[in-house]
């Protein structure tokens, strides 16, 4: 039982490239979410989903995609990277809204 | 929208000493709460909960948090503080009743634990 994975652990990006961050969960959630960690900032929600098939847009969206056609995997993608957009990126998942389960983090620094 | 303060963005203590990290909430109706800590390069990890019941919530590694509906309030306490408790630490909730179970987080608060 792996929890919540994330992949890939590290990148660096050209301004105007573009990357997918994949999250992985074995746990059969429902819900999933992606986070942005910046300092001083605390956590801010970007995407969710609350089942397989859809995707909502959170506080922070502009610039970023997302997909859920599995329902153990949520994609976020960067069409055209900013340097705005560098961050650690967590992925999380929950069943129960009791608890959410995160993932190790993605570093991702644009250049 | 929920609004999460946390006050003081650094908390130093000596070993030993008591923790006490604050935590307020913005919410009439009063939410889920949450505390989770983050070691340095790793993810977020759930200290303790508040979902109803008791006021007084125990987690793990010492660490315990008294719900005060009066005050809005969620601070988070050690008795004794430990080198091993130098981390972040977030106060996140959650709007009881909705379907979506996003979270709400604080801006963080950084604890540093002298020797």
């Known amino acids: 039982n792996a929890g919540v994975t994330q992949t890939p652990k590290f990148r660096v990006l050209k301004t105007g490239q573009s990357m997918t961050l994949l999250c992985a969960q074995d746990?059969?959630?429902?819900?999933m979410y992606w986070y942005r960690q910046d300092p001083g900032m605390g956590l801010r929600l970007i995407h969710y989903?609350?089942?397989?098939?859809?995707?909502a847009k959170g506080e922070v969206p502009d610039g970023y995609n997302v997909s859920r056609l599995k329902k153990q995997n949520f994609l976020l993608g960067l069409e055209s990277a900013a340097p705005s957009q560098t961050s650690v990126y967590f992925c999380a998942s929950t069943q129960s809204f009791y608890e959410q389960y995160f993932g190790p983090g993605t570093r991702l620094t644009v250049t | 929208a929920q609004s999460v303060t946390q006050l003081g963005s650094h908390v130093s203590v000596s070993e030993g000493a008591l923790v006490l990290l604050r935590c307020n909430y913005s919410?009439?109706?009063?939410?889920?709460l949450f505390w989770y800590v983050q070691y340095p390069n790793q993810g977020l990890q759930l200290l303790l909960k508040?979902?109803?019941?008791?006021?007084l919530v125990k987690g793990i590694n010492g660490f315990e948090a008294e719900f005060k509906k009066s005050e809005t309030s969620f601070h988070l306490t050690k008795p004794s503080a430990h080198m091993s408790d130098a981390a972040e630490y977030f106060c996140a909730v959650s709007e009881r009743g909705s379907t979506l179970g996003r979270l709400y987080f604080g801006r963080g608060t950084q604890l540093t634990v002298w020797p």
């Open positions: 919410s009439s109706v009063p939410p889920y």
């Open positions: 746990m059969n959630h429902e819900y």
């Open positions: 989903s609350v089942g397989e098939g859809t995707t």
């Open positions: 508040y979902t109803s019941a008791a006021t």
